[in-house]
């Protein structure tokens, strides 16, 4: 069975750090194919993919935060993480961590999702 | 990057009906498309990948179809579980989703 579950600081200040970490269980980041991606849900509105990390510790970045985004993994723990510095009132948001898989080419999706942790910036 | 246009974005349907929702992408995405279901307060649930297959445990009155910059999410005969927003999702280049269609009931 697998699961997913994000868990962050809940609320910070702008121009902080915000980490968050994906625990995940049911399936390994060391095993060929699967990766974990972050998404990101401002409250009403539709979702922003943000980062992804592959079982070869290949990663990948939305270009129009690319600069603010540090994503990487523990394997051993099943673990993956997200950073995003510099935060303002947008980034504002539900996050969610989920599985990215396939069952070979062309296919990829995420088809696990976590339950997504809020996380407020406010001064 | 790639845009997606899903249309309409407020959809109000009767149990029973047949169900069309569209995703448009700003170009050819080659059916590198999925679509997920999202209920209120949860996570969003993966119904469609690579355009018209179907993910394990779905029902199979969900169907998707097109090709090109075109896309369809159907719902042969709605129910009232269906209630729910719906996203489009390319990955030609990277992930982008639409802006989603709500279902609701007339």
């Known amino acids: 069975q697998v699961t997913l579950k994000e868990s962050g600081p809940g609320i910070l200040q702008p121009s902080q750090t915000l980490s968050l970490t994906c625990t995940f269980s049911g399936f390994s980041l060391s095993t060929y194919g699967m990766g974990v991606g972050w998404i990101r849900q401002p409250s009403g509105k539709g979702l922003e993919w943000l980062a992804n990390?592959?079982?070869?510790?290949?990663?990948y970045y939305n270009p129009s935060l690319k600069n603010r985004l540090t994503i990487s993994k523990d394997t051993s723990n099943n673990q993956a993480f997200l950073k995003i510095t510099n935060v303002d009132t947008a980034d504002t948001a539900t996050y969610y961590c989920?599985?990215?898989?396939?069952?070979?080419?062309?296919?990829?999706?995420?088809?696990?999702w976590g339950q997504g942790v809020m996380v407020t910036v406010s001064s | 990057d790639i845009q997606m246009t899903q249309s309409p974005s407020l959809l109000s349907a009767s149990v029973g009906d047949r169900v069309t929702l569209s995703c448009k992408a700003s170009?050819?995405?080659?059916?590198?498309l999925n679509w997920y279901q999202q209920k209120l307060g949860e996570a969003p649930k993966l119904l469609i990948y690579y355009t018209n297959s179907l993910q394990t445990g779905i029902p199979s009155r969900f169907s998707g179809s097109g090709s090109g910059t075109d896309y369809t999410l159907t719902i042969s005969s709605l129910q009232p579980e269906d209630v729910a927003t719906y996203f489009c999702q390319q990955y030609n280049s990277w992930p982008t989703f639409g802006a989603g269609t709500k279902l609701e009931l007339k």
């Open positions: 989920a599985r990215r898989g396939t069952t070979g080419i062309p296919t990829d999706y995420f088809d696990y």
């Open positions: 170009q050819n995405i080659y059916k590198y």
């Open positions: 990390i592959w079982w070869d510790d290949d990663k």
